[in-house]
């Protein structure tokens, strides 16, 4: 298992941006998987991004185009650069871990991001 914390939500007008970081409690080099996801309440969590330890991403249909997400292996850490921010992004987001394939899920406990139209 692996510690997240993640920082960097808040409060952003329509078209602006934010980033938010990911740092896990060991090294994430050889981490199958990282991600991002976002849960709006009375809704099911959602994919926003992935990455994994090759390099590749994924990102939902969404997103495509105004979000990035990277790793910075040195600092243990994942960004997701979220620009062009729409109202509909408002949700709690929350980092994601999957070691290795056959592994379980570790979970931050989520950063609020309120897009204001």
């Known amino acids: 298992q692996v510690q997240l914390v993640e920082s960097g939500g808040g409060l952003v007008q329509a078209g602006g941006s934010l980033r938010l970081s990911c740092a896990a409690s060991r090294s994430i080099r050889s981490i199958n998987r990282m991600g991002w996801y976002r849960q709006v309440e009375g809704k099911e969590r959602e994919l926003v991004a992935t990455i994994t330890s090759g390099g590749s991403t994924n990102y939902a249909d969404s997103v495509k185009g105004r979000f990035t997400i990277s790793r910075d292996t040195a600092r243990n850490t994942v960004y997701l650069q979220m620009n062009s921010l729409k109202p509909e992004d408002t949700a709690v987001y929350y980092c994601?871990?999957?070691?290795?394939?056959?592994?379980?899920?570790?979970w931050g406990q989520g950063t609020q991001v309120t897009v204001s139209s």
């Open positions: 994601n871990a999957r070691i290795s394939p056959w592994s379980g899920d570790s």
